[in-house]
Every structure is written in structure tokens, then in C-alpha cells.
């Protein structure tokens, strides 16, 4: 089981892929239609963030790097630059589609957390500011992301704020507070060493969470999107600008606060990547199923830009910022 787990982990981009996959041929030949996800959206929410929130050890952010100007900065361009580019692309690209131009809302609205701390590691960026910055970030989701949605979503998508807050709030608080609970129960028993050993695991499970998900959702509009091809054109071509824009606009910011590589690439993952587990949690409990959907194709489009962004494009951001 801890191999299965661990593959999961290392491979995610390509399991959330033939998941997907697979998921539009099942729908498409068996009915899904008429299915209640939201029952799904709960257990896999549950899945995905308990374990990722267990192995988000929150007490280093006390240790960790004291560098304001870029966590607020990163915070900054997450929340608000990225809301701003996300209301552009929905109001532009994905005008006539507004269940996928939401999700394009939600995009910017929910920043990434906990894959901040991963994608960093990758990058040879500042792991310690990425802590600070996820850890931040994702306590600030319930509170800035209920308002931003409201504000640059309400037009497409009729919802309760205070209903929103309350969602996010026990889907982030909830986990986090019986995560830390575990967490310490684990070292208090078995010790440091044991935690840390089951620790890499943690995201394996959260994975089978984000599978389950993006399995039900793609499913339920599984003869929709097959008939209408159109819709996949529109969010690959939405998501690919909102990417691009963040992540020229956070280049020249890290060049203008003279900002070096390892800093540099954390404004510009935090401003280009955006939150899975949350995002997809959110809106298979209370938004549309075209609305979750799109956020299921946004995985296996993310991970690969992001891949992109780092290998590719990276050393050239490396000679912009260190020269």
C-alpha cells in the first residue's frame, strides 16, 4: 500500500490524466447525469486535506524566514493581482460559458497552499518563505476568498456569501485542527522519527481524494463535453492565459523589488499555481457540475506548465533575477 501511495505522489499529473480520461468514457457510456456529487465532494475533501494538513507541520513558521516583503508580496499577487487577471479571462475568453468562466474566478480566488511548499523544493527556491506563505495563505482562504468570489463571480453564479465562508471555514479549519491533533499524537506515541516516516505517504492519500473527485465530476458531464468539444478549447485557452499573464506580471515584479532566483520563484509559483484540493472540495459541495469540471481538466494542465515553467523557462528567469 505505501508503494501505491508513493506513485500516487509522484505521478499524480499523469493518474488525475487517465483518471480523466477514463472518467469521460464512463460517463459517456453509462448515465451519470441525475448523480448527487456533492456526497462525494464531502468524503473526498475529508481524503484530501486531513492528510495534507497533518503533514503541514505549522509550528516552523515561528523558525522560518522573516522576509515580509516577499511573503506579502506573494500574498498580494495570489489573492488579489491574480483575482484581477482571473476576472479579465471570464469577462473576455470565457465570456458566453459562465459556468467555466466561475471556475476561472475560483482559480484566482483560491490561491495554492500546501503545493507551494513542493513545487519550491523542485525549483531550488526558499522552502522556508514558501512555508510561511502557504501556511498564511491558506488561513486567509475563508476570509478573502468568500469576498473575492462574491465580487468578481457573483454575476455568473448566485450564491450565499456567509454560506461560502462557513464551507471554507470547516473544510480548512476542521482538517487543520484534527491534523494537528494527530500529528501530535503521532510523535507524542511513536516519536519523530516514525512521523516523519508515514509522513511521505500523506500525500498519497490526499491524491485518491483529488482521483474520486475529478472521477464523479468529469463523469456527471461526461455526454455534454463530449458533444460540445468546444469546451475543453475554451478552458485550456482561458487557463493558458491566466497562467501566462501571472506569471510575466510576477517577473517583472521580482525584478523591480530586485528580488533573487530563490525569491524570485516563489512570488512567481505563488502567483501562477493555484489551490486542487480546495477549489475542486468547494465546488463539487455548492457550484455547478460544468463549474467542476473545469476545475478537474486544471491538475493536468497546471502540473505540466508549472513543469514547464521550472525546467524550461526557469534557467532564463534565473539570468533575469541573479544578473
Known amino acids: 500500500m505505501k508503494k501505491i501511495l508513493m506513485e500516487l505522489k509522484k505521478r499524480l499529473y499523469l493518474y488525475v490524466f487517465f483518471d480523466f480520461i477514463f472518467a469521460l468514457a464512463a460517463g459517456y457510456f453509462i448515465d451519470f447525469r441525475h448523480l448527487n456529487i456533492k456526497p462525494f465532494g464531502v468524503a ?153 516516516n508515514i509522513k511521505k505517504i500523506f500525500p498519497g492519500i490526499s491524491a485518491t481524494g483529488i482521483l474520486l473527485i475529478v472521477f464523479f465530476s468529469v463523469a456527471k458531464v461526461s455526454r455534454i463535453v463530449i458533444s460540445k468539444p468546444i469546451v475543453f478549447v475554451m478552458i485550456f485557452v482561458g487557463l493558458i492565459v491566466y497562467y501566462a499573464i501571472q506569471t510575466i506580471l510576477s517577473i517583472i515584479a521580482s525584478k523591480i523589488l530586485k528580488l533573487n532566483y530563490e525569491q524570485g520563484m516563489i512570488l512567481i509559483l505563488g502567483a501562477t499555481a493555484s489551490s486542487q484540493a480546495i477549489s475542486l472540495s468547494v465546488a463539487a459541495t455548492m457550484f455547478g457540475a460544468m463549474t467542476v469540471f473545469a476545475l478537474s481538466f486544471k491538475p493536468i494542465l497546471q502540473v505540466f506548465y508549472i513543469m514547464f515553467l521550472i525546467y524550461t523557462v526557469g534557467p532564463k528567469i534565473r539570468k533575469i533575477l541573479d544578473n
Open 44 to 196: 473526498a475533501v475529508f481524503i484530501m486535506l486531513y492528510p495534507m494538513l497533518t503533514g503541514m507541520v505549522i509550528e516552523k513558521v515561528k523558525k522560518a524566514s522573516r522576509n515580509f516583503k516577499l511573503i506579502i508580496t506573494t500574498l498580494t499577487f495570489a489573492y488579489i493581482i491574480a483575482s484581477i487577471t482571473a476576472f479579465f479571462v471570464s469577462r473576455t475568453i470565457l465570456k458566453g460559458f459562465p459556468e467555466i468562466a466561475f471556475a476561472m474566478v475560483m482559480v484566482g480566488a483560491i490561491p495554492c497552499s500546501n503545493m507551494l511548499i513542493g513545487w519550491s523544493g523542485i525549483a531550488d527556491a526558499s522552502v522556508e518563505d514558501a512555508l510561511v506563505i502557504a501556511v498564511v495563505g491558506l488561513l486567509l482562504i475563508p476570509i478573502l476568498s468568500p469576498i473575492i468570489l462574491k465580487i468578481s463571480g457573483g454575476i455568473f453564479v448566485s450564491f450565499k456569501i456567509k454560506t461560502l465562508f462557513i464551507i471554507l471555514l470547516s473544510y480548512i479549519i476542521v482538517p487543520l485542527i484534527l491534523g494537528l491533533l494527530t500529528r501530535h499524537m503521532i510523535i507524542k506515541k511513536k516519536g519523530m522519527d516514525y512521523f516523519l
